[in-house]
Nanobody
């Protein structure tokens, strides 16, 4: 069973930073578009950011653009999400995901999620 394993969540004050990491099997890391999604209580899952297989192209939700940065670490087979200037509304469970096409119709693989809580 393919596993995407997230780490790095926690509690931070508004304005602070956190770095999330996602460890992926090599076959997934090399061949899939990787992304981050989040789900807040009572809300639907929301796209946060994605990065192409090569790492050249990135996309972001409007709500996080200019504050979050997604990147790939080819040596470690990790996908990272650097989150700066965090706001209370960023509080959510963050999920790492992989999608073969990059269309994100459903996502092919998902991690278990890591909690991010931003206090005001």
């Amino acid at each position: 069973q393919v596993q995407l394993v997230e780490s790095g969540g926690g509690l931070v004050q508004a304005g602070g930073s956190l770095r999330l990491s996602c460890a992926a099997p090599e076959s997934i890391f090399n061949n899939y578009v990787m992304g981050w999604f989040r789900r807040s209580p009572g809300k639907e899952r929301q796209f946060v950011a994605a990065i192409s297989r090569s790492g050249v192209r990135t996309t972001y939700a409007d709500s996080v653009r200019d504050r979050f940065t997604i990147s790939r670490d080819a040596a470690e087979k990790m996908v990272n999400l650097q989150m700066n200037s965090l706001k209370p509304e960023d509080t959510a469970v963050y999920y790492c995901a992989a999608d073969r096409s990059g269309a994100w119709n459903k996502g092919d693989y998902w991690g278990q999620g890591t909690q991010v809580t931003v206090s005001s």
